[in-house]
């Protein structure tokens, strides 16, 4: 083992030394026992006050409602969390509303026309005197509405049922006349429309698509997935979602040659309305800060039951919402400096249209706190993830996280293992499992990487689970969430969102100690990938991981003054980073390496987003098939991971090699030819704009 594998390796012992001793020690010391950041009377009065009970209730409501965008039953909710936020004593509670029309656009989302439902029906018919009649009804709206896929349109039709397989290839209709009848497909209906409804003539859908794949994937045969259309499909068609088993059992019959004949009846469809989003706030107590704002996120918008997706997420800040105010009016801690928002958009969708039509509330950000998935329950089979931004945003607000859930993991195993700790987090309807959530990295998939997208950089600490085996299914019910999960989540958001809103000049200290910890810890693990690579380009796990930690420290200073010699000392700690990593040079651009863009400041968001795919529709989807980026599967991530990260590195600062060798040291290595074919179709589509020199 060389020197610098050798210090890596110390490293890592003495920074895990510390929570190994607590495990093992019963009861935990009084110091071990301290908690991070925050001053111990604001810890045990959150700890005192946070309700899992409360929020389960609140969940239950929720969860009850058939939340899509801009539908009827999710305006229900909206009210539902605007009544329980005014009776918590929130501030400036009011809904919000931005028009949908599937024309305006809000950044890179296009707006998407509400859809509800009023009625629909799957019936399997039976011959009876020479006629057909409903026998077995497989989908039915209102006892359980997640049984038609949304964005379904109106319809009323007996026809065959057709077994076509997947159904997204054409090879699965060779031989098989569809037209006129009813599809069975393994796939989601809006990757089968296109040829079954659009090219064969079928009249609609039955699809059995699963779950995300897991280790639990296909284990239940009972699990009935959410189903949807496009939004903007040319194509428009019903489709009904059913489990597996009822698939399988048809698809046996189908193939003895028997008739299936079935009868779907559907009134639904989209219209124009609008995105209702409510928010509340805690106003700032300093005059001079309180124009700067700390938010919480979620997204309320879910088919039900959606209990943990994302039902769990909502009630979770709402509870954080309702301890902090109640807190506050007690007496119990401070107002905070800066202001404390919390808002309950459609998911990525909403954020993109707030972000967009209120610029001025953008720019007060200064962080969020996000959660999605936050309650599963030990049948869900969740882990619980505090996950930080990507290295394109750095910042210590994702330590900040880091430190609140590392003393939730220790207090809660502490409890689990001895029955004894301070804070235990535990809920009296609750488990009392430890939490043992995971510091995780960046990774996508909710509105966290809107906030975090280059247009606006806002650090986004991301609370979730992952995996959770009933996520989009039928299964995902009040029944599998743990109000002691819903109370450590709260505690986490709530301690980390509380600290950023009230944080000081004199927190700079702790928060530089912290850094220290984290940037070694870091370095360890840069250090330990690097030596499973054979990748000869040693310059990549030095340059951008340096520069990331650097970053981390300016993001303090942008939040709050730290005095020089306590800065001093965390530029020591890269210092001795540099040298755990090397000090070989970067590497000289050539050629496409040299090429240099600056961001489109008039197109805002990701050019992915929900429901919609700004590049693939601006770019031409046979065109977007082709580049290599896209397809690419690297060591921790894939196409578009690198892609969002590509476009996040673009400042006018990086040229093409320096953008290709960051996402490189995040993902693992991909061709510089790669990115620059990505990023010369981005500056087609002018999302960014070449740097003449």
């Known amino acids: 083992m060389n020197t610098k594998k050798k210090c890596a390796a110390i490293i890592v012992a003495l920074l895990v030394l510390p929570a190994a001793g607590m495990a093992q020690s019963s009861p935990l010391s009084a110091e071990a026992q301290k908690p991070p950041l925050l001053a111990e009377k604001d810890v045990a009065a959150l700890a005192a006050e946070l309700s899992g009970e409360t929020a389960k209730r609140n969940l239950e409501g929720i969860s009850r409602l058939h939340r899509t965008r ?67 009804r497989w989908g039915d709206w209102d006892a359980q509405p997640l049984t038609l896929a949304q964005d379904s349109e109106s319809a009323d039709v007996t026809a065959e049922l057709v077994n076509v397989g997947n159904g997204t290839a054409e090879s699965d209709y060779a031989g098989k006349d569809v037209r006129g009848k009813i599809v069975l497909v393994a796939a989601q209906p809006g990757a089968v429309a296109r040829l079954a409804v659009g090219k064969y003539g079928a009249a609609g859908i039955v699809s059995y698509a699963q779950n995300q794949r897991t280790a639990w994937w296909g284990e239940n045969e009972n699990l009935i997935r959410w189903g949807h259309l496009e939004t903007f499909a040319a194509e428009k068609t019903f489709a009904f979602m059913v489990s597996p088993k009822t698939a399988r059992l048809w698809r046996e019959r189908l193939a003895r040659s028997e008739k299936i004949m079935m009868h779907a009846v559907v009134k639904a469809g989209q219209h124009p309305g609008v995105y209702s989003i409510p928010s509340a706030a805690i106003l700032g107590a300093d005059p001079k800060l309180r124009e700067e704002e700390i938010v919480f996120s979620c997204h309320l918008d879910h088919p039900r039951p959606g209990a943990n997706d994302n039902a769990s997420g909502c009630v979770t800040i709402l509870e954080v919402g309702r301890t902090l105010a109640k807190l506050i009016a007690e007496g119990k801690i401070a107002r905070p400096a800066r202001t404390i928002r919390f808002v309950w ?41 505090v996950t930080r931004g990507p290295m394109s945003l750095p910042s210590f607000v994702f330590d900040v996280a880091e430190a609140f859930g590392e003393f939730v993991n220790a207090q809660s195993y502490q409890f689990a293992a001895t029955g004894q700790a301070k804070y235990p987090l535990v809920a009296p309807e609750g488990g009392k499992e430890p939490l043992l959530s995971q510091m995780s990295e960046f990774s996508m998939g909710s509105d966290h990487e809107v906030y975090m997208d280059g247009s606006w950089r806002i650090p986004a600490i991301y609370l979730n689970d992952w995996p959770d085996r009933y996520i989009h299914t039928n299964m995902d019910v009040a029944a599998n969430i743990d109000p002691t999960k819903l109370k450590r989540a709260a505690f986490i958001g709530a301690a980390s969102g509380y600290f950023l809103a009230d944080m000081k000049g004199s927190d700079a200290g702790p928060i530089l100690w912290l850094f220290e910890l984290a940037a070694l810890r870091r370095a360890a693990i840069t250090i330990e990938r690097k030596g499973r690579l054979i990748f000869d380009e040693p310059s990549v796990f030095a340059e951008q991981p340096l520069a990331y930690e650097f970053g981390v420290i300016y993001s303090l200073h942008r939040f709050v003054p730290a005095s020089a010699e306590r800065t001093s000392e965390a530029f020591d700690t890269i210092r001795k980073v540099k040298v755990l990593l090397g000090t070989e040079e970067p590497r000289g651009a050539n050629g496409d390496g040299r090429l240099m863009f600056r961001r489109n400041v008039d197109i805002k968001g990701p050019t992915s987003v929900f429901g919609y795919d700004y590049f693939t529709d ?41 953008i290709r060798d960051a996402v490189s040291a995040e993902y693992g290595p991909v061709p510089l030819e790669y990115v620059v074919e990505y990023l010369r179709a981005l500056e087609s589509i002018g999302v960014i704009q070449q740097i003449k020199k």
């Open 618 to 658: 601006k770019y031409g989807e046979a065109k977007s098939r082709n580049l290599k980026l896209l397809s690419y599967q690297g060591l921790r991530g894939s196409g578009g991971e690198y892609a969002y990260e590509v476009l996040n590195f673009v400042d006018g600062v990086r040229n093409a090699q320096q």
């Open 345 to 385: 958009p459609p998911e990525i969708e909403g954020t993109m249209v707030l972000l967009n039509a209120r610029p001025e509330w953008a720019a007060r950000i200064k962080a969020a706190v996000h959660m999605d998935m936050v309650g599963g329950g030990p049948e869900t089979k969740a882990v619980f993830h």
């Open 70 to 136: 801009g539908s009827r039953p999710m305006r229900a909710a909206v009210e539902l969390i605007v009544e329980r936020a005014k009776a918590y004593g929130l501030e400036e509670v009011k809904i919000e509303e931005f028009a949908a029309d599937g024309k305006i656009f809000y950044g890179t989302q296009r707006s998407r026309p509400p859809w509800d439902a009023e009625f629909a029906e799957l019936w399997e018919m039976k011959q009876e005197d020479g006629k057909w009649i409903p026998a077995v």
